[in-house]
């Protein structure tokens, strides 16, 4: 199993509404690709963050192999998500990949 973890930092320039909005959008889309994508077992995304972290979101899902992982980064359903809710908003993405 691989682990596939990411934290993101949202745009400083977005306002705290509009951050609000698209941490829901992009937790309602990334979890929403559960049963969509063969060798993803898991998927969760933390939208509540406690005021001691330095990271908005974070991505923490579960796949059957590395295989399973890179084939995720390229499925159109994941691109789409990507490109539409999580790319345009972020200025800091770190990932974590490990087998556990």
């Not at 990507?82 to 974590?96: G, H, I, K, S, Y």
């Amino acid at each position: 199993m691989v682990r596939h973890i990411i934290l993101w930092k949202i745009k400083e320039d977005i306002d705290e509404t509009e951050k609000q909005k698209i941490k829901l959008e992009v937790k309602e889309n990334l979890e929403g690709l559960l049963g969509e994508i063969d060798g993803l077992k898991e998927i969760k995304v933390q939208t509540d963050a406690l005021s001691s972290s330095n990271a908005d979101l974070m991505l923490n899902s579960l796949f059957d192999s590395e295989e399973a992982l890179k084939a995720y980064a390229v499925h159109p359903a994941h691109v789409k998500v990507a490109d539409e809710n999580v790319r345009p908003f972020m200025q800091v993405r770190m990932c974590l990949d490990f087998k556990e």
